[in-house]
């Protein structure tokens, strides 16, 4: 039996939680039903937040499997880009008889994959014909995360900023795009997975706030990715493509 733990940052909102994470985790187990599967988190704040709840770190979900005498482990990351949180808290865990799978999205964006992934966030996210997308994704605080600069690259009429505030691209950057394009409407949506926080705070508030006072007309989004079906799919996929490997 081959095990699969879906490791994700996570979110204390339960209702968040349920839609989006325990979401994927039961379209993954309909779809594969003779997989073993569990779910973790990999942020050790929200983990303690959800203590009594008992939901698992990627260690006790390894140690849980291998109890139950599974020597196959995949762990499927939720994460949409391979920044620190990836590199640091799930990629040590490739290790004999644990197979670790890439984030959605790869560093230089240049996949099949990568391009089919980002034409299922811009569906989601239905505009009319005069705006421009500006999707906001987390960054890192500690190391810049290329991929969001690379994904725009791949869709001229999206723009991404990110909501930490040492990485890049920052506020600015979104604002010299949207202006050297002549842009008048905003279509603002989160690229994250989940809704929550950084949704109604930095997007629907601070963001929205600050493209209006700079002139534009703004429509803002807040549901994470998670909630959505066709997103969704996405890590069933990824998932089909290194099974069949």
């Given at each position: 039996m081959t095990g699969?733990?879906?490791?994700?940052?996570?979110t204390?909102?339960?209702?968040?939680?349920?839609?989006t994470l325990d979401?994927?985790a039961?379209?993954i187990?309909a779809?594969?039903?003779l997989?073993?599967?569990?779910?973790?988190?990999?942020s050790?704040?929200?983990?303690r937040?959800?203590?009594?709840k008992?939901?698992?770190?990627?260690?006790e979900?390894?140690?849980?499997?291998?109890?139950e005498?599974?020597?196959?482990?995949?762990?499927?990351?939720?994460h949409?880009?391979?920044?620190e949180?990836?590199?640091?808290?799930?990629?040590?865990?490739?290790?004999?008889?644990?197979k670790?799978?890439?984030?959605l999205f790869?560093?230089e964006?240049?996949?099949?994959f990568?391009?089919r992934?980002l034409?299922?966030?811009?569906?989601c996210?239905r505009?009319s014909?005069d705006?421009e997308?500006?999707?906001?994704?987390?960054?890192?605080?500690?190391?810049?995360?290329s991929v969001?600069e690379?994904?725009?690259r791949l869709?001229?009429?999206?723009h991404?900023?990110?909501?930490?505030?040492?990485?890049?691209?920052n506020?600015?950057d979104v604002?010299?795009?949207?202006?050297?394009?002549?842009?008048?409407k905003?279509?603002?949506?989160?690229?994250?997975?989940t809704?929550?926080v950084?949704?109604v705070?930095?997007?629907?508030d601070?963001?929205f706030?600050?493209l209006?006072a700079?002139?534009?007309?703004?429509?803002?989004?807040t549901e994470?990715?998670g909630?959505?079906a066709?997103?969704?799919?996405?890590?069933?996929?990824?998932?089909r493509?290194?099974i069949?490997?």
């Amino acid at each position: 039996m081959t095990g699969l733990i879906v490791a994700s940052f996570g979110t204390v909102d339960d209702a968040e939680r349920a839609r989006t994470l325990d979401a994927i985790a039961e379209d993954i187990a309909a779809e594969f039903p003779l997989i073993r599967l569990k779910s973790a988190l990999t942020s050790r704040f929200i983990l303690r937040r959800l203590k009594e709840k008992k939901i698992r770190s990627i260690e006790e979900q390894i140690a849980e499997l291998r109890a139950e005498h599974v020597d196959e482990i995949i762990i499927l990351p939720t994460h949409l880009t391979p920044g620190e949180e990836f590199e640091n808290k799930i990629l040590p865990f490739a290790t004999a008889g644990v197979k670790v799978l890439p984030p959605l999205f790869s560093t230089e964006c240049r996949t099949e994959f990568d391009r089919r992934a980002l034409d299922v966030v811009i569906d989601c996210f239905r505009r009319s014909s005069d705006e421009e997308l500006v999707l906001i994704g987390h960054g890192s605080p500690h190391r810049h995360n290329s991929v969001y600069e690379n994904l725009q690259r791949l869709d001229g009429r999206i723009h991404i900023g990110v909501l930490e505030p040492t990485d890049r691209p920052n506020y600015d950057d979104v604002l010299g795009r949207l202006r050297s394009i002549g842009a008048k409407k905003i279509l603002l949506a989160p690229l994250l997975l989940t809704g929550g926080v950084h949704v109604v705070e930095d997007i629907a508030d601070r963001w929205f706030n600050r493209l209006k006072a700079d002139g534009f007309e703004v429509r803002a989004l807040t549901e994470g990715l998670g909630t959505f079906a066709a997103f969704r799919r996405l890590y069933i996929d990824r998932l089909r493509i290194n099974i069949s490997d």
